[in-house]
């Protein structure tokens, strides 16, 4: 690994997600916060500056009223999908600017049941295209994913392995929204929802809240009791012409690698750790495919490599590349402001040793994440013990 | 230019653009084609999203093979408008390629995974939806 790493995450903290009646997405934040708080030993008068953002939550830093007008600089995110990774960017750039020595990153979300509904108008497309019935996401999911299956011999069972290691994960997961396992035979009985994926090969638009607390290496003198996980890199990247995104009336002939290629590259050079140096993974799995792809794409396998990986048990927690150990999308829903920051909060419990009936075997020293979202965002970050 | 042709231009990148043209009674795909970069879009808009330069109007040809497809098995949300009032049917979608042009997406007249395969040939037809003409892609 290359040089000291700056930046410790000092401070995890979740509120559960799944559904919560009458409890706001901004409570939900505060709870993360000051549980994430507690975690580092911290007060929230300590904290320097804050990000927190979500999609349809409210403004993060409304949750003051709860905390504690201090008078820190707050800035709220607001960027789809990668609401949480923004986060974290600006907070880990703030703190390396040497302006701040502590600061603290919450996403939270709360969103409608059902399929997240858009309007063309918002995405610069035509009336027709929505009237038509093909501004739907999952159309998406399933298009790319048969084109996909096509091209690398991925047959239907990878699907279903995904998704029935994402529930046997989420029942040992406390705060996951799925905890009840299911097998391949009730994931692919369920009804096909976007060709060829079924119900339960689909995550769900949800709720929850994740907050980290962040410090300069020099900041943790003032901790001795924290358990740091060192935040080795973060990289946030959008779309370059010609990538094969959500919502495109036409592609061109020849598509160019997706966003999430850059974003993996740049966290694994910047950290100076190799993909195959990772211990514990979290890639995003809004569906099953979208596991299978995100894995390629990261570097942590080869390209129609994952039929293996899946038919040996390779990707499951005792194997050996634990992918999304606390369910990923499929078991805990889509919070958009809160899973990119969920995903950083698992691998940072299991570098720690703290993940209690999911843990990884064998103390895990490297950990990896990845978001992906509309319009062609993607966030990753490289941590270690 | 045609008056319909001049029409088109005028709302190219509009909500009121029509993706469809019937050319000697035979439906088309109306696209565009940069004239500095020779970039090809649909829809149709003013603009090339690669350079920036003027796009031209250019109707795609009325056949092209199936690149990639899925089906969308539930009622989508607004602003989804329903073929009738009768109960919602999956639909297929897909991507057309039109070789040596682009790839487009559209509503597939078959959504039976049987009746469908990477790669098999694909027509343009005209539908109409509501009073407006739009398009889907038939297998040939």
Redesign the interface.
Known sequence: MSAQPEIAIVGVGIHPFGRHDGVSALAMGAHAVRAALADAGLAWPDIEFAYGGSEDGGNADTMVAELGPTGLPFVNVKNGCATGGSSLVSAVTALRSGAFDVGLVVGFDKHPR??F?N???DWSL???????????T??F???????YM?DHAIPTRTLAQVAEKAYANGSRTPHAWRRTPLSAAEILGS???????TKYMLCSPGEGAVALVLCRREYLERLPDARAVWLRSVAFRTRR?DTFEVF??????ELMPSPSVDAAREAFESAGVAPDEVDVAQVQDTESGAELIHLAECGLCEHGEQVALYDSGATQIDGRLPVNTDGGCLANGEPVGASGLRQVYEVAVQLRGDAGDRQVPGEPQTGFTHVYGAPGVSACTVLSR | MGSRARRDQAVAGSADLTPVALEGGEPRLVAGRCVECSTHVFPLRGRCPSCGGDVERELLPAQGTLWTWTTQGFEPKPPYVADDDGEFVPYGVGYVEFAGYLRVEGRLTEADPERLRIGMPMRVVAVTRGDRLTYAFAPE
């Open positions: 059902g399929a509904q309007d063309p108008a035509p009336a027709w295209y929505g009237e038509d019935g093909l501004m739907v999952t159309q999911f399933g298009a790319k994913l048969q084109r096509h009804p096909v929802l976007a060709h060829p994926l012409a495109s009336p036409s592609l061109p002939l």
